[in-house]
């Protein structure tokens, strides 16, 4: 007995991740994994076929599925996957449902059992699993790697026989994880940094990692971790506070988010037309939109003396170490499905339980646990 593994090749454009790396392949194994590739699957991250040892190689991704217990995968699979996989198959990727109607809708008709990797609770015992946090610190970092690309100055304070410059001033908005490691990078490169968040409990953390937390007076604890959304009066008392920092940044980076929501406006048009000349925004929220009401998501451009940065798909521009974090995420999410060379689902696994999005045709609330609808 085996798990027939499938891993497809990213077609998504500028998707340059794959959910596996040679590293997981001896781990995916010993757990009992029979492993079957996508023929160049990891071709974007110059990860040849022969790289993966002890995996078989398919060019037919319909025949590479058509066998397989668990669908491995970074981007929702184009439908036509789906359909060629075995009824009651197990599919683990993110899928986004909100944007993936037709998907969902094809999961349900199969029967597939899909873990959508951006449910994974955000609890302690889950951190090994959790994609979400392992993409975003690398967007974090990414984010002070442009910004200092852009800017026609340095970080640190440098002293030469000529005179000496003082250090950049950063202020990064939005100290989820993906805020917090432009912190720490930001520090390490010796800025000085500024930290912003509507929810306080971050200020210590902001503390923790060197930089100092803009204080607003706003407090936006929504559920589960997550901001709420701002009430116009008390957008109005943020943007009042927060205007004479960022005027004063040559560098900011944005991070904010709401789940489910288009992301909040951090930055107005009249907030950026009073930067200083030459200050760079790396607004890494252009997915939902953008933190600054200039951006322009998938672009970089020039507003007046300021440019503005809007990368999409952050993680995918780091794709090898992001294909390697992402891999070890799903490795620990199926060790907990795979023992003995089989895969059995405790649906009383927390993390089991709210990862999964579809299961024996049935949507599953993320508060419910599967098993109980099943039945
Ligand atoms: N295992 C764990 O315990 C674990 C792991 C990862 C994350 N978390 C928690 O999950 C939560 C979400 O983290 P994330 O990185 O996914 O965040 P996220 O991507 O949802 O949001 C990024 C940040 O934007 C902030 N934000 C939203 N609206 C804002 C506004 N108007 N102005 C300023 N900032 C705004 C949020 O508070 C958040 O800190 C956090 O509480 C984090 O600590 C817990």
């Not at 304070?157 to 989820?176: D, R």
């Not at 520090?187 to 990692?209: I, K, N």
């Not at 521009?317 to 891999?327: H, N, P, R, T, V």
């Amino acid at each position: 007995m085996y798990v027939n593994v499938a891993v497809l090749k990213e077609t998504q454009p500028h998707e340059r991740r794959v959910a596996m790396v040679p590293s997981v392949v001896p781990r995916l194994i010993k757990l009992g994994a029979r492993l079957h590739m996508e023929c160049g699957a990891g071709d974007a991250i110059k990860l040849g076929d022969a790289d993966f040892k002890d995996v078989a190689f398919i060019a037919d991704r319909r025949a590479l599925v058509s066998d397989a217990d668990v669908v491995l995968a970074v981007q929702p699979p184009a439908l036509e996957v789906i359909d060629a996989m075995k009824e009651g198959a197990i599919l683990l990727c993110f899928i986004y449902a909100g944007k993936e109607k037709a998907l969902v809708h094809r999961l349900l008709e199969k029967k597939i059992t899909c873990f959508a990797m951006e449910r994974v609770p955000r609890i302690s015992r889950a951190q090994a699993m959790d994609a979400l946090s392992s993409q975003s610190a690398l967007t974090g970092y990414y984010a002070v790697q442009l910004g200092t690309t852009h800017l026609a100055r340095i970080l640190p304070k440098i002293t030469s026989a000529a005179g000496a410059i003082g250090p950049a001033k950063v202020l990064v908005m939005g100290l989820g994880v993906a805020g917090l490691e432009a912190i720490a990078t930001a520090h390490r490169l010796g800025a000085v940094v500024e930290g912003y968040d509507v929810r306080q409990e971050t200020e210590e953390q902001a503390l923790s990692l060197g930089a100092t937390f803009v204080e607003t007076g706003v407090d936006a604890r929504g559920k589960g971790g997550y901001a709420r959304e701002l009430s116009a009066e008390e957008k109005a008392k943020v943007a009042a506070v927060l205007t004479k920092h960022i005027q004063a940044a040559d560098l900011i980076i944005t991070t904010a988010a709401i789940p489910g929501r288009p992301s909040p406006k951090l930055i107005s048009k009249a907030q950026v037309a009073g930067m200083k000349a030459g200050a760079v925004i790396v607004d890494v929220s252009a997915e939902g939109g953008g933190n600054c009401e200039d951006t322009k998501p998938g672009e970089t451009i020039e507003v007046g003396a300021v440019t503005i940065v809007a990368p999409l798909n952050v993680p995918s521009l780091l794709g090898e170490d992001a294909s390697e974090l992402y891999a070890k995420n799903q490795y620990n999410l199926l060790a907990l499905m795979m023992k003995d060379n089989i895969i059995t689902i405790d649906w009383k696994d927390e993390v089991l339980a709210k990862t999964a999005l579809t299961h024996a045709g049935k949507l599953c609330d993320e508060d419910s646990k599967p098993a109980a609808k099943v039945a």
